[in-house]
């Protein structure tokens, strides 16, 4: 049933006024971690750091002087942000052990703001995946595959298969984060999105994924994975939450020279009413081959949703979208190869016991810390690099690159405000079927809808919409103006009341419920 | 036998003067201890990124000027890939597909024979100037088999500057280093000592037939002075001419002088040739330089670069500086070249004019054939000389009193250069060295030689 629309809890407002305590809230978190391991989303639970955190927050509210809206507010972070004196391991063998000196920019802001780290959430191998299952720490299960809503749809099994297999996967790449979030282990949790990498996993694990428009917010501590595509990712329970991190996040850093220098002003979202201003449009390339019946009818009716509120709903085209998926995959795997290239063992990270020449050594020590898939993709990128080559692939790829953005440029200069698309082509699949095709066919087939937002670098957000028949969720993407994320985020704001998508139901969570998300159904934070 | 055409060209790597590096804060110092001028991003990190230092877009900017060259309004960074121990990312950020300026020119002179007598001018054409990220050192412990890697210098910002292939030997070669150095001095963009590795030559040599195309040429490295670039760059050419004559060909190679034995040898690092995998450097957008035309009203100064301003504000260059030198003093071009060329031979030289009653046109004659040749003599710089401007000054003052002749003068200088302590006046009064100007005491002494010599003065004395 859906339980939205209910009280709804302010975690911050609880903290201010006392009712909840920062270190409770953290341990009640902490705990929750636990009881959930079977998730897998964590790689690295920082306890110790993050209970001396609760304490420092707690301080301060007794004070009266807490530092924001994140003070004392348990969040999570993908393991490829670099975190000074916590573990960063890209779950990569590669960077297994390595302790970052420094914070990544956007861990340093909500640092500073006062929010407790929980941890380091699992994901694919250097973001390199579209299902959170090929990082070297094992793969991320989705919470609702132990949802009541999941297991009610399913269908019931006999008493010898483990009820284990039945497990579906996150999506990826930041499907640990995305996880944390779902299973209400944390209130916020940082992704990055560099083909769809944080939309994915927040469209099958029911929660809001917001990728910000290239350049907005600093890719300063961000282990890269395409320089040019990659965008910190925000996850949350709700758009308003999504919008209040974004306001802390976003801004110049000098330490980023691809971040704009504009003063971003953080904005509160209006409660829109009247949408009859608003133009939608739908591109009809989406409707890709692959999309499931059940999504095709859910983008649809979301459709008909606008244009009964008095919206206009028109379709559009968006040519070039069939070429997408190539084109990534050359501009992606070069600068995965010119980005890996760092990695020799010499001065951090693993290096390999061979020791017979400066070559051998490094030649083992990356045989020794990549996946197949991060050495399929340099191989892959240095062949496209290669002199002989660079005209006919590279060259050729950014071209297409720019009419992949221009077609954006042109809708939205037609008069489009927002464009609404589905995020992936179906609901979760169980892991079982997930691994029956390899990361690069994988990585082809779920991207398509998302990826073209990173080409062209504009803001993009997955708003949960309803469950499918197996139970599980199901959202639809909202993509907007470059640097218009207020716009967007309105818009989506007002669809996500309109759909009232229902609150997980998971036995772990209503056991560490009862004190603190009593009455607090959608447990945001804002 | 059919003359050969020598082709000469230069890639020159000058390390920039500045207090940090091309892309990160960390200092730039000679001799620090090993790693301890290292960033987060000079030894590449993951998730760090390069942020561009103005001083060294500056630098390059009047260098640029300075050699006549277009500046680009617009330049590009990208990656150079190849994987070595110095090179932590794996890749060097240069600028390969659009520099900061080209199309320029150096002039510079050359004595013919040696002789200071007659210089000619010559003119190379400069391709083009790129930033780029120096690599750090790594050191070779044979014995222990292992390499030992300092990134102090990983990152610090180079100027490469391409000669075109306009020069035909080591002398000219020689000459047109030498006069960009002084140039980079002269604008402090880069220290320019090639000892302290400020300055890295690389030469591309070949020859051909007179009205043929040119010939394969190979790369020499490892030249260490302007002297050994000469004598590597002429070993060259004669090695090519004597290989191509005897029947055997030229390979694309990058060779090493080896300033032992004089030659240069095949270097055996590199195996066929690299393929850099070039690609634009994603994470630094193009480098936007302004002039007074085109620079938006609300700007802040501080953050662009105004290629007029910089204009405005450049120093006499050599060139510039030799015939202010000719002008004001009289002297000749040559003169002027020599004084130049000489670490503070200007400064000694316009003290002691200062200082003197004699004409700077004389005086130069005794800085040039006396002070410089005495210098060189005993491998000593300006700054070493035992004798000051004050002591020479001194000295001819003397002689322009005609208190002593000028072959005293000479040997009062050859006592000066002992540093003994001792003034001119001192060492005349020593040695006896006073012109006689009495008339009468002249007298007395010729009719005392001719006195003592009677024999000869009856055969000199007809009748």
């Known amino acids: 049933a859906a339980l939205r629309g209910g009280l709804r809890f302010q975690a911050s407002a609880a903290l201010r006024e006392g009712r909840v305590a920062p270190t409770e809230l953290c341990q009640r978190c902490l705990a929750l971690i636990k009881s959930t391991r079977f998730l897998n989303a964590y790689i690295t639970v920082a306890e110790q750091t993050a209970l001396k955190q609760a304490e420092e927050s707690e301080k301060r509210y007794r004070r009266g002087q807490p530092l924001g809206v994140l003070d004392g507010i348990p969040i999570a972070v993908k393991d490829n942000f670099n975190t000074a004196g916590i573990e960063t391991t890209c779950a990569s063998n590669m960077l297994k052990g390595y302790i970052s000196p420094y914070n990544a920019t956007v861990v340093q802001k909500l640092l500073d703001q006062g929010a407790v780290l929980l941890g380091k959430t699992n994901l694919d191998e250097f973001a390199m995946g579209s299902g959170s299952t090929d990082g070297v720490f094992g793969p991320v299960r989705n919470p609702w595959s132990y949802s009541r809503q999941y297991k009610e749809k399913s269908i019931p099994k006999s008493c010898s298969e483990d009820e284990e297999s039945d497990w579906v996967i996150t999506g990826g790449s930041s499907g640990g984060s995305a996880a944390a979030v779902s299973s209400f282990t944390c209130f916020a949790a940082l992704g990055s999105d560099t083909g769809g990498s944080t939309r994915n996993p927040a469209a099958h694990c029911g929660v809001v994924g917001l990728k910000p428009t290239y350049g907005l917010i600093s890719r300063h501590g961000l282990i890269p994975l395409v320089n040019s595509m990659d965008v910190p990712g925000i996850l949350t329970r709700s758009v308003d939450d999504a919008a209040v991190v974004l306001g802390l996040l976003a801004g110049h850093d000098p330490k980023d020279s691809t971040t704009i220098q504009d003063n971003f002003k953080p904005f509160e979202l209006p409660n829109l009413t009247d949408v009859s201003k608003l133009s939608i449009g739908i591109p009809k390339e989406y409707r890709a081959p692959g999309l499931s019946s059940e999504i095709l009818a859910l983008w649809s009716k979301a459709a008909d949703l606008f244009k009964n509120a008095g919206a206009k709903v028109i379709e559009v085209s968006l040519p070039h979208t069939c070429y997408s998926i190539v084109c990534y995959h050359v501009l992606c795997t070069a600068e995965v190869a010119s980005n890996m290239a760092r990695f020799d063992g010499l001065e951090y990270g693993h290096r390999s016991d061979m020791n017979k020449s400066t070559e051998s050594m490094y030649a083992a020590t990356r045989r020794e810390g990549f996946n197949d898939v991060v050495r399929g993709r340099i191989l892959s990128g240095n062949y496209f690099l290669l002199k002989q080559n660079y005209e006919n692939y590279f060259i050729k790829a950014q071209k297409v690159r720019r009419l992949i953005a221009n077609d954006f440029a042109k809708v939205f200069k037609s008069g489009v405000d927002i464009l609404l698309t589905p995020t992936t082509l179906s609901d979760a699949v169980p892991y079982m079927e997930f691994i029956k095709e390899d990361n690069r066919t994988r990585s082809a087939q779920d991207d398509i809808l998302t990826q073209a937002a990173n080409m062209a670098g504009l803001p993009a957000i997955n708003v949960p919409t309803a469950l499918s028949e197996r139970g599980l969720p199901v959202g639809l993407q909202f993509i907007g103006r470059s640097f218009q994320e207020k716009q967007l985020l309105t818009v989506a704001k007002w669809f996500e009341k309109q759909v009232k998508f229902p609150m997980i139901q998971l036995e772990e969570v209503k056991r560490h419920d009862h004190n603190v998300f009593q009455h607090q159904k959608s447990a945001s934070f804002s | ?463």
């Open chain 2, 1 to 463: 036998l059919a003359p050969w055409v020598p082709v000469v060209g230069l890639e020159i790597h000058a390390q920039i003067s500045s207090n940090s590096k091309l892309f990160s804060g960390s200092q730039v110092q000679f001799a620090a201890p090993p790693n301890s001028l290292v960033s987060f991003f000079d030894a590449s990190l993951p998730g760090t990124l390069p942020v561009l230092n103005k001083r060294c877009v500056e630098a390059a900017v009047m260098t640029g000027l300075a050699l006549n060259c277009s500046i680009n309004k617009k330049s590009l960074f990208d990656r150079k890939h190849y994987f070595y121990a110095d090179l932590p990312a794996g890749y060097q950020i240069t600028q390969q597909r659009v520099p900061i300026a080209v199309n320029g020119s150096l002039s510079y002179s050359l004595c013919i024979d040696n002789k200071m007598s007659q210089m000619v001018m010559k003119t190379v054409r400069i391709k083009q100037i790129q930033l780029e990220q120096d690599s750090g050192k790594s050191l070779h412990d044979d014995t222990r088999s292992q390499t030992l890697v300092d990134l102090n210098r990983a990152g610090v910002g180079l100027m490469e500057v391409v000669m075109e292939p306009d020069m035909c030997c080591g002398e000219e070669a020689a000459a047109a280093v030498r006069e960009l150095q002084l140039i980079l001095q002269t604008l402090g963009s880069s220290q320019a000592v090639m000892a302290e590795g400020h300055l890295r030559v690389d030469a591309n040599v070949s020859v051909h037939h007179p009205g043929e195309p040119y010939g394969v040429r190979t790369e020499v490295k490892n030249i260490n002075s302007i002297r050994f670039l000469a004598k590597a760059v002429d070993y060259e050419i004669q090695r090519q001419i004597e290989e191509l004559e005897n029947g055997g060909t030229i390979l694309n190679e990058t060779r090493a002088f080896d300033s032992k034995l004089g030659c240069t040898v095949p270097m055996r690092d590199k195996e066929g040739k690299q393929d850099y995998r070039f690609m634009p450097e994603p994470n630094l957008p193009p480098l936007i330089l302004y002039d007074a035309e085109s620079l938006p009203a609300n700007m802040n100064h501080q953050q662009v670069v105004n290629i007029d301003w910089i204009h405005e504000r450049l120093p006499d260059l050599p060139s510039v500086k030799r015939a202010k030198l000719v002008e004001r003093y009289g002297i000749l071009p040559e003169h002027s070249f020599t004084l130049l060329n000489e670490d503070g031979l200007t400064e000694f030289y316009e003290s002691v004019v200062k200082q003197t009653q004699m004409k700077p046109k004389k005086v130069i004659g005794w800085i040039l054939n006396n002070l410089l040749s005495y210098l060189k003599q005993h491998s000593l710089t300006v700054k070493e000389s035992p004798v000051s401007s004050f002591l020479l000054a001194d000295l001819l003052n003397l002689l322009e009193k005609k208190e002593i002749s000028s072959t005293a003068a000479k040997q009062v200088l050859a006592e000066l250069w002992k540093g003994e302590g001792k003034t001119p006046v001192e060492i005349v009064k020593e040695k006896k060295l006073e012109l006689i100007q009495d008339q009468k005491e002249l007298e007395q002494i010729c009719q005392a030689v001719i006195d003592g010599q009677e024999n000869e003065v009856i055969t000199m004395v007809p009748g």
